[in-house]
């Protein structure tokens, strides 16, 4: 007997992988939690019926969600990853020579158990003597930060559950404050074809407290759509003007300084979302 999971990303649109067999299931305190072994990608982290990852296509998300903010900025030292349990945007982050300190912030200490058990590969950097996890709300952690951050990363799960708050303007004006005079954050802000409020609404929010506000995208064959947005908000460094001498050698799979650049131009559906 075939065993098959399906994502339904609409009511009339989803997305199919076959199941080898599942490795751990668990109700958290938080969330429903699913490991799965899949015949095409994997080992693949669900929450909540959600694909959060899986081996096979994860380095493109983690990649896009670090480098993009590690490159821009001219010398991060103290990173800030508010979500991001399965390790992956860490294991990016320690590829940048000049960072002293990681803080991971996870709300579910689950999910850091289970990424290290199931997905070895991309949690392998949680041991690092630079990396500070704590199992803590991140909303929470943000607000009472201040001045402290060069770099702040929201990887986090769809806007449900305990993850909505981290959609709210009140969040992003709390990572203002928690971030250095010269600092940078990212979230990653769904997709343009079926949540189009979401994307448009987090860009504007964003862009009347950061002076510096741009989205860009990446290819992520798991996600609804495979196109995903992520919405970068800076003090005072530009993405878009970051000298070539910056980019130092750092070993990926998807990102480079092209892609870099070309991730910031945008179909004209995509600009007109941000008007």
Known sequence: MEFWFT?????????????????????????????????????????????MTTEKDEFVYHEMVTHVPLFTHPNPKHVLVVGGGDGGAI????????????????????????????????????????????????????????????????????????????????FYEGISKALKEDGIFVAQTDNPWFHQELVSNVYKDVKEIFPITRLYTANIPTYPSGMWTFTIGSKKHDPLAVEATRFHDVQTKYYTPDIHRAAFVLPKFVQDLLK
Not at 31 to 51: C, K, W, Y
Not at 127 to 139: C, I, S, T
């Open 7 to 51: 994502e339904k990303q609409t009511e009339r649109f989803g997305i199919t992988m076959k199941i080898k067999r599942t490795l751990h299931t668990e109700k958290t305190d938080f969330q429903q939690l699913d490991m799965v072994e899949t015949e095409e990608f994997g080992n693949m982290l669900l929450l909540d019926g959600m694909v």
């Open 91 to 170: 294991r990016e982050i320690l590829k940048h020579p000049s960072v002293e300190k990681a803080t991971l912030v996870d709300i579910d200490g689950k999910v850091i158990e289970y990424s290290k058990t199931y997905l070895p590969t991309i949690a392998c950097a949680l041991e690092d003597e630079r990396v500070d996890v704590k199992v803590a709300d991140g909303f929470m952690h943000i607000a009472k930060s201040a001045n402290e951050y060069d770099v702040i990363m929201v990887d986090s799960t769809e806007p449900v559950g305990p993850a909505a708050k981290l959609f709210e303007r009140g």
